[in-house]
């Protein structure tokens, strides 16, 4: 069992740390994870997007930086454990629509294999989180890779995370594994912004009406369900096609309904933030208050 430690790292100059993630693989997390941290850029927040997958990095080539290299060939990644660098020691992130990327993906062809043991994929992560020239942000977004080990074990046990979003598809078997997603969170006590439900639905290009490609779960999920919506996303033919050529829908079709979704989700997860926050300043202060009636109890 995974146990959290009594005091995690935080990131200076980041407003907040947000990872987006799910149990299982293919239900999209790397095109919400790009389409939201645009969106919030593009609403005038400082944004910086981590690619957590080490194994399969998709950002860059969602973002349109393609990087051709003998799958034969050998690539070197930063695995030292250093954290005094100065600023301009540091990686450079690659900014591209108004938000600073970081991926392995950046280090490794198209068709290049990474296979580290799950103890250096954690490492991989938090060195990148520490080694980047980052600077001044408002939110910094994680990608992370599907499953519940590495790199999500590191960073709920080391590093002060704001929060967590989900990524789900209707039918159960989806569901099923962002579960145990949900789970993994709460033991960690990582704080769930929600659930954002992707493929709900295909947008029909021609008629624009909604077609229902995937069987809802008729099964109740608590963990899940109890949760707020943060938004549902239609499956658009031409979001695809043109994520695949580096232009995301919020880019490349700003007005669509697709994009207007994830605009509704970017500000919907900026009200969850605030409302924690909110609610964890409410804790500090009754906490204080009742130490300082205890005190007062004493001397009396």
């Not at 995690?8 to 987006?20: P, Q, W, Y």
């Not at 109740?220 to 549902?232: E, H, S, T, V």
Request: charged share 25%.
């Amino acid at each position: 069992m995974m146990r959290q430690q009594s005091r995690r790292e935080r990131l200076e100059h980041i407003g907040a740390v947000l990872v987006v993630g799910s149990g299982k693989g293919g239900v999209g997390k790397s095109t919400v994870s790009v389409n939201l941290a645009i969106s919030l850029a593009r609403e005038g927040a400082r944004v910086g997007l981590l690619d957590g997958d080490a194994y399969g990095p998709s950002i860059p080539m969602m973002v349109g930086v393609r990087k051709r290299a003998d799958a034969r060939s050998e690539a070197i990644l930063p695995l030292a454990e250093r954290r005094d660098l100065a600023a301009e020691k540091k990686i450079q992130p690659l900014l591209r629509y108004g938000v600073k990327l970081m991926s392995v993906g950046f280090f490794i062809g198209e068709e290049q294999a990474v296979a580290p043991l799950p103890d250096a994929l954690g490492m991989l992560i938090r060195q990148l989180l520490f080694s980047v020239n980052w600077g001044e942000l408002d939110y910094l977004i994680i990608d992370l890779p599907p499953g519940t080990s590495e790199p999500q074990a590191t960073l709920c046990r080391e590093i002060e995370l704001s929060g967590a979003i989900l990524v789900t598809t209707p039918q159960d078997i989806a569901r099923i594994d962002t579960a145990k997603a949900v789970t993994m969170f709460q033991r960690m006590s990582v704080p769930i912004l929600g659930i954002v439900q992707n493929m709900a639905g295909l947008l029909c290009p021609h008629c624009g009406q909604m077609v229902e490609i995937f069987p809802a779960s008729p099964e109740p999920r608590a963990q899940l369900d109890d949760l707020p919506m943060l938004g549902r996303i239609p499956l658009d033919p031409i979001a695809v096609t043109n994520g695949d050529k580096g232009y995301p829908i919020v880019v490349s079709l700003a007005d669509s309904p697709v994009a207007m979704v994830f605009s509704d989700v970017s500000a919907r997860i900026v009200q969850r933030i605030a409302l924690l926050r909110a609610q964890a300043t409410e804790n500090e202060t009754e906490q204080a208050s009742d130490r300082e009636e205890d005190t007062n109890e004493r001397e009396a």
